[in-house]
Antibody, heavy 121, light 108 residues
Framework: EVQLVQSGSEVKKPGESLKISCKGSGYGFTSYWIGWVRQMPGQGLEWMGI????????RYSPSFQGQVTISADKSISTAYLQWASLKASDTAMYYC??????????????WGQGTLVTVSP | SYVLTQPPSVSVAPGQTARITCGGN??????VHWYQQKPGQAPVLVVYDDSDRPSGIPERFSGSNSGNTATLTITRVEAGDEADYYCQVWDSTSDPWVFGGGTKLTVL
């Protein structure tokens, strides 16, 4: 069974750093992209970026370029999303998800359970 | 970047048919994917490539796409279908994964 398991909820102060994780299992982790999606409280889904763990090729949404860093450690089948200096506006649920291409288009066929990040003074 | 427009809410009685639309410029030329997100849960892919269903998704869920509108249709609606539904396309530009704003389906 394909599974993505994320790290637990975090409560941080503005200016602090943070790294959350997403561990894949049940499939060839290095052969599939992994993406991150943000969902702010009561809002919709926003794609942040993706990484190919096989060679660490990384792409960012223009909205998140320079705001976060996506990385992966293929030896432990884990992808990461990190912030150098959190802001209150980073408060959100963050999902990792596996992109899949059925024809010429991509969707996300498997999602992690989400990591809630709360940034408050 | 490409914009997808969904109605904020749709209401339907149990046993009836719900139709949730997703509008976009010439969206019929794109492949549309649909996700269901129940309260407190992660999204789940329910329809991909306009009208295909992943394994385990009931046949009650179907999709269509033509012109400027894609539609997710849920027949014989159940209380358990109450959720937010998001459409998504992949637009081969710098910001490729585009989501609609989401539609809250209420089962009366």
């Amino acid at each position: 069974e394909v599974q993505l398991v994320q790290s637990g909820s975090e409560v941080k102060k503005p200016g602090e750093s943070l790294k959350i994780s997403c561990k894949g299992s049940g499939y060839g982790f290095t052969s599939y992209w992994i993406g991150w999606v943000r969902q702010m409280p009561g809002q919709g889904l926003e794609w942040m970026g993706i990484i190919y763990p096989g060679d660490s090729d990384t792409r960012y949404s223009p909205s998140f370029q320079g705001q976060v860093t996506i990385s992966a450690d293929k030896s432990i089948s884990t992808a990461y999303l990190q912030w150098a200096s959190l802001k209150a506006s980073d408060t959100a649920m963050y999902y990792c998800a596996r992109p899949i291409q059925y024809t010429s288009s991509w969707s996300f066929d498997c999602w992690g359970q989400g990591t809630l990040v709360t940034v408050s003074p | 970047s490409y914009v997808l427009t969904q109605p904020p809410s749709v209401s339907v009685a149990p046993g009836q048919t719900a139709r949730i639309t997703c509008g976009g410029n010439n969206i019929g030329s794109q492949s549309v994917h649909w996700y269901q997100q129940k309260p407190g849960q992660a999204p789940v892919l329910v329809v991909y490539d306009d009208s295909d269903r992943p394994s385990g998704i009931p046949e009650r869920f179907s999709g269509s796409n033509s012109g400027n509108t894609a539609t997710l249709t849920i027949t014989r609606v159940e209380a358990g279908d109450e959720a937010d539904y998001y459409c998504q396309v992949w637009d081969s530009t710098s910001d490729p994964w585009v989501f609609g704003g989401g539609t809250k389906l209420t089962v009366l």
